[in-house]
């Protein structure tokens, strides 16, 4: 689950222009506000009204920001390896929207130890447009079953809870990312 955070429009009244807009109108919210693009910042509007401040500038401000907010949902733009086991299978991997990308390891094979910071560099390289998750085979040995892994380390990729492509061994960067880039496409 993604962690949000949520600032009022009223605490960074005093710093907005005095050339806010009203929240009506067609101009979009990130341009009223003049807040930067980026991945995760979301503008909504609340159903109740901020608390006014005392300035005259900031009441006037407050008043056109009234029942807006700011969500920043940068939690969700995953940029490390998560562990997932059979509890949180089903939510983390079926049901992402994201292409999955799911290793599949034991902490005492060496060549996924080869392979960890391979999969740590995917995370990074591709944060915000797939999902990195470890399933350690001696701890849930049903979701390795299901799977039908036989070999570790296994690397497969799913999209809309669907497999889509399996990669055996301890491969380099260069394969994965490929595979990667294929499995976007699609």
């Known amino acids: 689950m993604a962690l949000e955070t949520y600032f009022q429009f009223s605490s960074i009244a ?6 806010v807009l009203h929240p009506l109108s067609s101009i979009s919210s ?15 509007t609340l159903s109740h009204s901020a608390p006014s401040s005392s300035s005259s500038l900031s009441r006037s401000l407050d008043h056109r920001c009234r ?3 700011i969500v920043c949902k940068a939690g969700e733009v ?3 390896v998560r562990v997932v086991n059979e509890k949180s299978w089903e939510n ?7 292409l999955v990308l ?7 094979c060496g060549p996924c130890r080869m392979i960890q910071p391979v999969i740590e560099d995917l995370a990074k390289k591709y944060a915000g447009k797939i999902v990195c998750f470890k399933v350690n085979t001696d701890e849930c ?3 390795a079953t299901e799977y039908g892994i036989r070999s570790i380390p296994t690397v497969l990729f799913f999209r809309n809870g669907e497999k889509r492509e399996s990669v055996i061994g301890a491969v380099p960067f260069s394969t994965l990312s490929a595979a ?5 496409e699609l």
């Open 78 to 80: 995953i940029d490390e």
């Open 141 to 143: 040995p049903n979701i």
């Open 102 to 108: 799911v290793e599949f390891w034991a902490p005492w």
């Open 14 to 19: 005093a710093t907005t222009r005095a050339s």
């Open 67 to 69: 029942g807006s907010r």
């Open 180 to 184: 990667v880039d294929k499995n976007l």
């Open 30 to 44: 990130r341009e009223r506000f003049n807040l930067p693009t980026c991945k995760g910042l979301k503008v909504s």
């Open 92 to 98: 983390s991997v079926i049901a992402s929207e994201l």
